[in-house]
């Protein structure tokens, strides 16, 4: 893997090789897009071309520039961002063992330590055992056996995508079937703080919707102004192009950002400028980069460090 992990909207992180790629294919990638947008619009007039789609003239060279990005994206990690709501024993538990994927016995475990703690009334407990989504094998969506994170600090900025996620101890397994109990409600807000795990993940062991290589590619060009065929931006109600999974043994993160709800989403981007990629795995560097974003914004004069 690469010593340092890359963001995804960043591209001082990338490797020299990923960004010589697509700065040698940019115009026949532009125009790509361009015959694509072409026959799209040509399709809206004829159905036939619907089902009997002509070839797109650049395919060949997008795949050889695809293949470039391909190749040095299999050994390289990225920085993900799970955001969260956790109460701090269970803070300092991802800091000394990492986050563990869902299963309906960790999530029991959850339920019954706040329980236990009184952080929680009996019988709020009990309505949470009874009623999650910590089992959703069959779903369309798993998260079972899953940690769920997102590669882009601009979908951190999206209140609409990540606001509930901080809003509701237990993550979207345990409040999903409760939002609309305001007592059950009302206590879960309660518990803990507002957290972002930021963990190094390496490719192999991603699942994205969108392949890695892709998305580079799509972001790297709608940077630039290129209409692309995903928005690969937040908050313009496109689908979640970089919203990542991993499966069950393949979790380890080492920083958490602790904060207030809206401030997170306000500041997220001062949260991570001007550290390296590989600083922002490490808790230290989070904690006191989330102390100066929270006294500016709180407009108390920073504290000596």
Partial sequence: MTAQPILLDDESTWPHAIVEALAQGFRELEQFEEARAEIDARAERDVLLRVRRPPNPYSSRRSEVLERIRAVVHGSSFVGYHCTRLH????????KSGLRPLDPAFTRDRIQRLADSCDLPASIATKLQRHNRSDDAKLAETRTGMIW???????????TGVGRFFAYWGGEAIYADHEEDAEIARYIQGVGEPCIVIAALGSTLLHTYIELSELMMLG???RRGVAVEHDTRAGRGTRTCDVVGRREGEANASGTLFGDHGKLCEYSDALFRGHRADELIHNEIALRVNQQVMTQSSGESPSPT
């Fill in 149 to 159: 994170f997102i590669l882009s600090r601009s979908l951190l900025q999206a209140e």
């Fill in 220 to 222: 790297y060009l709608e």
């Fill in 88 to 95: 701090p024993s269970e803070a300092d538990d991802v800091l």
